[in-house]
Protein backbone atom coordinates (compact mmCIF):
# COMPACT_ATOMS: atom_id res chain seq x y z
CA UNK A 1 0.00 0.00 0.00
CA UNK A 2 1.09 3.63 -0.98
CA UNK A 3 2.64 5.34 2.21
CA UNK A 4 3.08 8.83 0.51
CA UNK A 5 -0.29 11.06 1.25
CA UNK A 6 -0.88 14.62 -0.72
CA UNK A 7 -1.56 17.14 2.12
CA UNK A 8 -2.25 19.98 -0.72
CA UNK A 9 -3.12 20.08 -4.62
CA UNK A 10 -4.29 22.14 -6.84
CA UNK A 11 -4.61 23.47 -10.48
CA UNK A 12 -4.03 27.13 -11.32
CA UNK A 13 -3.14 29.36 -14.67
CA UNK A 14 0.19 29.84 -14.95
CA UNK A 15 -0.12 33.83 -14.84
CA UNK A 16 -2.07 33.70 -11.21
CA UNK A 17 0.07 31.28 -9.78
CA UNK A 18 3.37 33.50 -10.79
CA UNK A 19 1.44 36.64 -9.69
CA UNK A 20 0.21 35.16 -6.47
CA UNK A 21 4.25 34.61 -5.60
CA UNK A 22 4.30 38.11 -5.04
CA UNK A 23 1.44 38.83 -3.35
CA UNK A 24 -0.40 35.80 -1.66
CA UNK A 25 -3.94 37.29 -1.88
CA UNK A 26 -3.82 36.82 -5.77
CA UNK A 27 -4.17 33.16 -5.49
CA UNK A 28 -7.13 32.02 -7.35
CA UNK A 29 -7.41 27.98 -8.09
CA UNK A 30 -8.65 28.26 -11.74
CA UNK A 31 -7.82 27.35 -14.85
CA UNK A 32 -8.83 29.90 -17.78
CA UNK A 33 -10.15 28.82 -21.19
CA UNK A 34 -11.71 31.62 -23.41
CA UNK A 35 -14.13 29.64 -24.44
CA UNK A 36 -15.74 26.28 -24.44
CA UNK A 37 -14.93 23.79 -26.45
CA UNK A 38 -11.84 25.51 -27.28
CA UNK A 39 -8.39 25.53 -24.93
CA UNK A 40 -7.19 26.61 -22.03
CA UNK A 41 -4.53 28.89 -21.19
CA UNK A 42 -1.30 27.23 -19.64
CA UNK A 43 -1.69 26.01 -15.95
CA UNK A 44 0.14 24.60 -13.44
CA UNK A 45 -0.80 21.17 -11.09
CA UNK A 46 1.13 21.90 -7.71
CA UNK A 47 0.83 18.91 -4.93
CA UNK A 48 2.89 18.43 -1.90
CA UNK A 49 3.33 15.09 -0.70
CA UNK A 50 4.68 13.61 2.51
CA UNK A 51 5.70 10.37 2.98
CA UNK A 52 8.80 8.02 4.04
CA UNK A 53 11.75 8.31 2.89
CA UNK A 54 12.13 6.96 -0.82
CA UNK A 55 12.07 7.33 -4.31
CA UNK A 56 8.24 6.47 -5.70
CA UNK A 57 6.51 6.58 -8.64
CA UNK A 58 3.98 9.64 -9.33
CA UNK A 59 1.65 10.88 -12.43
CA UNK A 60 -1.83 12.72 -12.39
CA UNK A 61 -5.31 12.34 -14.54
CA UNK A 62 -7.84 15.21 -15.20
CA UNK A 63 -11.39 13.70 -15.81
CA UNK A 64 -14.15 15.59 -17.00
CA UNK A 65 -17.62 16.06 -15.61
CA UNK A 66 -18.73 12.84 -17.42
CA UNK A 67 -15.78 10.90 -15.78
CA UNK A 68 -13.86 10.72 -19.38
CA UNK A 69 -9.78 11.22 -18.68
CA UNK A 70 -9.09 14.10 -21.11
CA UNK A 71 -5.21 13.68 -19.56
CA UNK A 72 -2.48 11.98 -18.07
CA UNK A 73 0.61 13.03 -16.88
CA UNK A 74 4.37 11.64 -17.66
CA UNK A 75 4.85 9.45 -14.91
CA UNK A 76 7.85 10.56 -12.71
CA UNK A 77 10.34 9.48 -10.34
CA UNK A 78 9.98 11.40 -7.24
CA UNK A 79 12.24 11.90 -4.22
CA UNK A 80 10.37 12.38 -0.55
CA UNK A 81 13.01 13.30 1.83
CA UNK A 82 10.84 11.81 4.90
CA UNK A 83 7.84 11.95 6.72
CA UNK A 84 9.08 15.46 8.55
CA UNK A 85 8.88 17.32 5.24
CA UNK A 86 6.46 18.41 2.57
CA UNK A 87 7.88 17.88 -1.51
CA UNK A 88 6.51 20.13 -3.92
CA UNK A 89 6.41 19.08 -7.15
CA UNK A 90 4.84 21.13 -9.93
CA UNK A 91 3.87 19.98 -13.71
CA UNK A 92 2.62 22.67 -16.43
CA UNK A 93 0.01 21.98 -19.00
CA UNK A 94 0.81 24.59 -22.00
CA UNK A 95 -2.70 23.77 -22.95
CA UNK A 96 -5.34 21.28 -22.52
CA UNK A 97 -8.49 20.27 -24.90
CA UNK A 98 -11.69 21.02 -22.98
CA UNK A 99 -15.05 20.27 -24.08
CA UNK A 100 -17.06 21.38 -20.90
CA UNK A 101 -16.92 24.61 -18.59
CA UNK A 102 -17.93 22.99 -15.62
CA UNK A 103 -15.92 21.49 -12.45
CA UNK A 104 -13.09 18.96 -13.56
CA UNK A 105 -11.05 16.48 -11.00
CA UNK A 106 -7.90 15.78 -10.36
CA UNK A 107 -6.53 12.54 -8.96
CA UNK A 108 -3.20 11.99 -8.27
CA UNK A 109 -1.48 8.09 -8.03
CA UNK A 110 1.51 6.94 -6.41
CA UNK A 111 2.93 3.60 -7.28
CA UNK A 112 -0.33 2.51 -8.85
CA UNK A 113 -2.21 3.53 -6.31
CA UNK A 114 -4.90 6.16 -5.78
CA UNK A 115 -4.29 8.10 -3.35
CA UNK A 116 -6.14 12.05 -3.74
CA UNK A 117 -8.97 13.99 -5.29
CA UNK A 118 -8.99 17.43 -5.97
CA UNK A 119 -11.47 19.93 -8.27
CA UNK A 120 -10.66 21.59 -10.65
CA UNK A 121 -12.72 25.09 -11.77
CA UNK A 122 -12.60 26.41 -15.13
CA UNK A 123 -13.11 29.78 -15.64
CA UNK A 124 -14.53 30.77 -19.05
CA UNK A 125 -14.04 34.46 -20.68
CA UNK A 126 -15.06 37.11 -18.34
CA UNK A 127 -18.47 35.04 -17.55
CA UNK A 128 -21.66 35.07 -19.31
CA UNK A 129 -22.65 32.25 -21.94
CA UNK A 130 -19.91 29.79 -23.28
CA UNK A 131 -21.56 29.23 -26.28
CA UNK A 132 -21.84 32.73 -27.12
CA UNK A 133 -18.50 33.98 -26.22
CA UNK A 134 -17.41 31.09 -28.30
CA UNK A 135 -18.96 32.44 -31.13
CA UNK A 136 -18.39 35.97 -30.98
CA UNK A 137 -14.39 34.96 -30.58
CA UNK A 138 -14.13 32.69 -33.59
CA UNK A 139 -15.77 35.49 -35.90
CA UNK A 140 -13.37 38.42 -34.35
CA UNK A 141 -10.19 35.60 -34.77
CA UNK A 142 -11.80 34.84 -38.78
CA UNK A 143 -12.30 38.48 -39.06
CA UNK A 144 -8.93 39.51 -38.73
CA UNK A 145 -7.06 37.11 -39.95
CA UNK A 146 -7.31 34.89 -43.39
CA UNK A 147 -6.43 31.44 -42.74
CA UNK A 148 -7.94 28.82 -40.19
CA UNK A 149 -6.91 25.40 -39.59
CA UNK A 150 -9.51 21.89 -40.11
CA UNK A 151 -9.05 19.22 -38.58
CA UNK A 152 -10.51 15.85 -39.91
CA UNK A 153 -10.83 12.41 -38.31
CA UNK A 154 -7.87 10.00 -39.42
CA UNK A 155 -9.84 6.79 -41.17
CA UNK A 156 -6.78 4.48 -40.14
CA UNK A 157 -6.49 3.97 -36.22
CA UNK A 158 -2.60 4.80 -34.65
CA UNK A 159 -0.84 1.81 -33.95
CA UNK A 160 -0.19 1.98 -29.80
CA UNK A 161 3.66 2.34 -30.04
CA UNK A 162 4.62 3.55 -32.88
CA UNK A 163 6.40 6.48 -33.45
CA UNK A 164 3.52 8.78 -33.47
CA UNK A 165 2.02 7.89 -30.34
CA UNK A 166 5.00 7.36 -27.55
CA UNK A 167 3.81 4.99 -25.00
CA UNK A 168 4.65 7.56 -21.97
CA UNK A 169 3.65 10.82 -23.59
CA UNK A 170 1.29 13.16 -22.13
CA UNK A 171 -2.56 12.20 -22.60
CA UNK A 172 -4.79 14.70 -23.30
CA UNK A 173 -2.27 16.40 -25.67
CA UNK A 174 -2.16 14.36 -28.42
CA UNK A 175 -4.27 15.48 -31.52
CA UNK A 176 -4.54 11.99 -33.91
CA UNK A 177 -6.08 13.84 -36.46
CA UNK A 178 -5.66 15.68 -39.87
CA UNK A 179 -4.88 19.43 -39.17
CA UNK A 180 -4.77 21.66 -42.22
CA UNK A 181 -4.28 25.11 -42.82
CA UNK A 182 -7.11 26.52 -44.80
CA UNK A 183 -7.98 30.20 -46.48
CA UNK A 184 -11.68 30.93 -46.47
CA UNK A 185 -14.49 33.01 -47.00
CA UNK A 186 -16.61 34.05 -44.19
CA UNK A 187 -20.66 35.04 -45.00
CA UNK A 188 -23.11 35.51 -41.98
CA UNK A 189 -21.48 32.85 -39.65
CA UNK A 190 -21.13 30.36 -42.66
CA UNK A 191 -17.33 29.46 -43.64
CA UNK A 192 -16.79 28.55 -47.37
CA UNK A 193 -13.96 26.67 -48.20
CA UNK A 194 -12.51 25.77 -51.53
CA UNK A 195 -10.40 22.22 -51.76
CA UNK A 196 -9.10 20.55 -54.89
CA UNK A 197 -5.94 19.64 -56.90
CA UNK A 198 -5.74 23.13 -58.39
CA UNK A 199 -6.48 24.59 -55.02
CA UNK A 200 -5.65 24.30 -51.83
CA UNK A 201 -5.91 20.16 -51.20
CA UNK A 202 -7.88 19.48 -47.32
CA UNK A 203 -6.66 15.88 -46.43
CA UNK A 204 -9.72 13.96 -44.83
CA UNK A 205 -12.52 16.47 -46.47
CA UNK A 206 -14.75 14.47 -48.71
CA UNK A 207 -18.10 15.03 -49.99
CA UNK A 208 -19.03 12.47 -47.58
CA UNK A 209 -17.66 14.23 -44.42
CA UNK A 210 -20.44 14.98 -42.12
CA UNK A 211 -18.24 16.72 -39.43
CA UNK A 212 -14.55 18.64 -38.89
CA UNK A 213 -13.09 20.75 -36.46
CA UNK A 214 -12.10 24.36 -37.21
CA UNK A 215 -9.36 26.07 -34.99
CA UNK A 216 -9.22 29.90 -34.96
CA UNK A 217 -6.23 31.28 -33.90
CA UNK A 218 -4.75 34.28 -32.46
CA UNK A 219 -3.22 36.86 -35.14
CA UNK A 220 -0.80 38.40 -33.19
CA UNK A 221 -0.10 35.07 -30.50
CA UNK A 222 -0.73 32.16 -33.13
CA UNK A 223 -2.27 30.23 -30.09
CA UNK A 224 -5.76 28.70 -30.82
CA UNK A 225 -8.55 30.72 -29.38
CA UNK A 226 -11.42 28.52 -30.25
CA UNK A 227 -11.35 25.40 -31.13
CA UNK A 228 -14.91 23.81 -32.22
CA UNK A 229 -16.95 21.56 -34.43
CA UNK A 230 -18.59 22.27 -38.04
CA UNK A 231 -21.19 20.31 -40.03
CA UNK A 232 -20.20 19.85 -43.62
CA UNK A 233 -22.68 20.48 -46.77
CA UNK A 234 -20.82 20.61 -50.30
CA UNK A 235 -22.20 23.83 -52.48
CA UNK A 236 -23.21 23.08 -56.12
CA UNK A 237 -21.94 25.09 -58.55
CA UNK A 238 -25.21 26.26 -59.89
CA UNK A 239 -26.43 27.47 -56.10
CA UNK A 240 -26.04 31.07 -55.10
CA UNK A 241 -23.85 30.68 -53.05
CA UNK A 242 -21.97 29.20 -55.03
CA UNK A 243 -21.19 32.23 -56.80
CA UNK A 244 -20.88 34.76 -54.38
CA UNK A 245 -17.93 32.17 -52.44
CA UNK A 246 -15.74 32.42 -55.82
CA UNK A 247 -16.02 36.31 -56.70
CA UNK A 248 -15.31 37.29 -52.92
CA UNK A 249 -12.85 34.32 -53.03
CA UNK A 250 -10.96 35.78 -56.12
CA UNK A 251 -10.18 39.10 -53.74
CA UNK A 252 -9.24 37.04 -50.58
CA UNK A 253 -6.97 34.57 -51.72
CA UNK A 254 -3.25 35.34 -51.15
CA UNK A 255 -1.07 35.15 -54.25
CA UNK A 256 -3.89 33.86 -56.87
CA UNK A 257 -2.01 33.25 -60.12
CA UNK A 258 -4.77 33.48 -62.70
CA UNK A 259 -6.58 36.49 -61.16
CA UNK A 260 -10.25 36.20 -62.38
CA UNK A 261 -9.45 32.57 -64.19
CA UNK A 262 -9.46 31.16 -60.95
CA UNK A 263 -13.55 30.86 -60.64
CA UNK A 264 -13.80 28.45 -63.72
CA UNK A 265 -11.11 26.53 -62.13
CA UNK A 266 -12.37 26.22 -59.31
CA UNK A 267 -15.83 25.51 -61.51
CA UNK A 268 -13.79 22.63 -62.82
CA UNK A 269 -11.94 21.05 -60.28
CA UNK A 270 -12.27 21.92 -56.89
CA UNK A 271 -15.37 21.10 -54.29
CA UNK A 272 -16.92 24.41 -52.31
CA UNK A 273 -17.61 23.42 -48.85
CA UNK A 274 -19.72 25.31 -46.47
CA UNK A 275 -19.22 24.86 -42.83
CA UNK A 276 -21.46 25.72 -40.40
CA UNK A 277 -19.65 26.02 -36.91
CA UNK A 278 -21.63 24.36 -33.64
CA UNK A 279 -21.01 25.36 -30.60
CA UNK A 280 -21.99 23.50 -27.44
CA UNK A 281 -25.57 24.46 -25.73
CA UNK A 282 -26.14 26.66 -28.92
CA UNK A 283 -29.57 25.91 -30.61
CA UNK A 284 -29.66 24.82 -34.22
CA UNK A 285 -29.01 27.62 -36.64
CA UNK A 286 -29.64 26.27 -40.14
CA UNK A 287 -32.21 23.68 -41.48
CA UNK A 288 -29.38 21.33 -42.53
CA UNK A 289 -28.94 20.83 -38.95
CA UNK A 290 -32.67 20.86 -38.05
CA UNK A 291 -32.99 17.98 -40.53
CA UNK A 292 -30.29 15.95 -39.40
CA UNK A 293 -30.92 16.34 -35.67
CA UNK A 294 -34.74 15.22 -36.57
CA UNK A 295 -33.36 12.40 -38.80
CA UNK A 296 -30.98 10.86 -36.10
CA UNK A 297 -32.52 11.83 -32.87
CA UNK A 298 -32.15 8.60 -31.00
CA UNK A 299 -28.49 8.11 -31.70
CA UNK A 300 -27.71 11.73 -30.57
CA UNK A 301 -29.22 10.81 -27.38
CA UNK A 302 -27.69 7.29 -27.00
CA UNK A 303 -24.51 8.76 -27.43
CA UNK A 304 -25.18 11.78 -25.06
CA UNK A 305 -26.62 9.35 -22.47
CA UNK A 306 -23.37 7.26 -22.35
CA UNK A 307 -21.21 9.99 -21.34
CA UNK A 308 -23.42 11.21 -18.34
CA UNK A 309 -23.00 9.97 -14.41
CA UNK A 310 -26.32 9.68 -12.77
CA UNK A 311 -25.52 13.00 -10.43
CA UNK A 312 -25.02 15.11 -13.80
CA UNK A 313 -28.58 15.36 -13.69
CA UNK A 314 -28.58 17.07 -10.08
CA UNK A 315 -28.07 20.39 -9.76
CA UNK A 316 -27.67 21.52 -6.41
CA UNK A 317 -26.96 25.07 -5.86
CA UNK A 318 -23.41 25.75 -4.28
CA UNK A 319 -23.09 26.89 -1.20
CA UNK A 320 -20.23 26.77 1.44
CA UNK A 321 -19.57 24.05 3.48
CA UNK A 322 -18.80 25.54 7.36
CA UNK A 323 -16.81 22.70 8.29
CA UNK A 324 -15.01 22.04 5.46
CA UNK A 325 -14.09 25.66 5.36
CA UNK A 326 -12.72 26.16 8.74
CA UNK A 327 -10.58 23.33 8.56
CA UNK A 328 -8.76 24.49 5.88
CA UNK A 329 -8.51 27.82 6.68
CA UNK A 330 -7.13 26.46 10.06
CA UNK A 331 -4.84 24.35 7.52
CA UNK A 332 -3.26 27.82 6.58
CA UNK A 333 -4.95 27.34 3.09
CA UNK A 334 -6.23 31.42 1.94
CA UNK A 335 -9.56 32.29 1.85
CA UNK A 336 -10.45 32.17 -1.21
CA UNK A 337 -8.58 28.54 -1.63
CA UNK A 338 -10.94 27.20 0.67
CA UNK A 339 -14.08 29.02 -0.04
CA UNK A 340 -13.74 27.21 -3.52
CA UNK A 341 -13.22 24.33 -2.29
CA UNK A 342 -15.86 24.19 0.63
CA UNK A 343 -18.37 25.12 -2.04
CA UNK A 344 -16.97 22.04 -4.36
CA UNK A 345 -17.22 19.63 -0.84
CA UNK A 346 -20.58 20.70 -0.65
CA UNK A 347 -22.16 19.84 -4.13
CA UNK A 348 -20.33 16.65 -4.17
CA UNK A 349 -21.87 15.73 -0.83
CA UNK A 350 -25.03 16.88 -1.64
CA UNK A 351 -24.93 15.41 -5.06
CA UNK A 352 -24.56 12.08 -3.14
CA UNK A 353 -27.58 12.55 -0.77
CA UNK A 354 -29.84 12.70 -3.42
CA UNK A 355 -28.98 10.31 -5.62
CA UNK A 356 -28.78 7.94 -1.98
CA UNK A 357 -32.35 9.14 -2.08
CA UNK A 358 -33.42 8.92 -5.47
CA UNK A 359 -32.23 5.04 -5.61
CA UNK A 360 -33.32 4.21 -2.43
CA UNK A 361 -36.87 5.33 -3.27
Not at 96 to 116: A, C, I, K, Q
Request: hydrophobic share 40%; glycine share 8%.
Amino acid sequence: MTRADVHYALAIDTEIWEASKVDPTLLDPVVRTDAVPGTTHPFVVVRDYQGPQGLYLEYFTITDPTGAEVFRSVERKVNLRGEQFEDRLTTTVPRLLVDRGDEHELTFFVDGDEVSTVPMFLEVGGGGDPSVMAEETLAKALGKGSIMWIVVDRKEPVVPGSKKLRKNRPRGLVYEKHQTPAWFVLDKGTIFVFSGPTEQQIEGLEPSTDEVEIVARSKDMRSAVVRTKATVEVVSSDDPRWAKAAEAGVGKRLNLPDGEGAIDRWREKCTLYALTPVFAGAPSKTAGEAVAAAAAPAAAEEKKEVKKRPEDDIHVEAQIDQAVFDKLVAEGKSERVARAKAKAAYVRAEKKRILAEQQGG
